[in-house]
């Protein structure tokens, strides 16, 4: 069993406190994290407007918030993320919208750089991949399942331009939030209740009537 040791983590915010830590930063001209630059402080400028834009427009699917209604137990949401990551701009509102049709799940956001050892605990393909989602126990802090850094179709297409361009550039990254635009956040709401079922069979039931 696999638990995550809460005197290892950094402070956690809200949703509303993490979003107001990245405009406050934002006022002074940095973004959040170690590395300071201009790009990553357009890109902090340019995912306030992502992440505004989906707080007022997403949607989440009645089915999925009939299944999160009637979760049993309580659930932690960890969500390792910053402010310059285009990713995390596109998914954090999924899951922020998603934990709050939700009795049963609290949602706590951590900034990356300031949680170093339990970013380590959770990398992907041997990097810091975020957002990265540890969904928790909220009794035991036994770690359950974990999501990210990206839906399955994203890293796809992040892959396959690669193979094709040879790296990733700033049109990948361009085209990247094109297919978040398209997608809607349906990807991220299908595999994150996926991971819900595995943890919450009893959910599969739900899903089929």
């Known amino acids: 069993m696999t638990t995550v040791n809460k005197e290892s983590i950094g402070q ?3 949703y509303t406190a993490y979003r107001s830590r990245i405009a406050s ?13 201009e790009a990553r402080v357009h890109y902090s400028q340019l995912n306030v407007t992502r992440m505004n834009r989906l707080d007022k427009t997403l949607v989440i ?14 659930y932690l ?16 509102p999924v899951i922020q919208k998603m934990a709050s049709h939700s009795a049963a799940i609290e949602l706590q ?16 393909n041997g990097t810091k991949g975020i957002p990265k989602l540890i969904i928790l126990d909220k009794n035991t802090l036994e770690v359950l399942g974990d999501f990210g850094p ?27 939030q094109l297919w978040y635009f398209h997608d809607k956040g349906l990807s991220i709401q299908k595999e994150i209740m996926e991971l819900m079922q595995s943890i919450q069979p009893a959910l599969l039931q739900t899903a089929q009537e």
């Open 77 to 92: 949401w960890l969500v390792l993320a910053e402010g310059w990551c285009g990713d995390a701009a596109q998914i954090l």
């Open 61 to 74: 699917s009645e089915a999925y918030i009939q299944q999160l209604q009637t979760l049993k137990g309580s």
């Open 25 to 37: 930063l934002l006022l002074e001209g940095k973004t959040s994290g170690d590395e300071q630059s």
């Open 150 to 176: 990206r839906p399955k179709g994203a890293s796809q297409f992040m892959q396959e331009y690669k193979a094709e361009h040879g790296q990733i550039d700033e049109t990948a990254k361009a085209e990247l």
């Open 109 to 124: 956001v951590l900034f990356r750089d300031e949680n170093e050892t339990l970013m380590n605990q959770f990398l992907t």
């Open 12 to 14: 956690w915010y809200s």
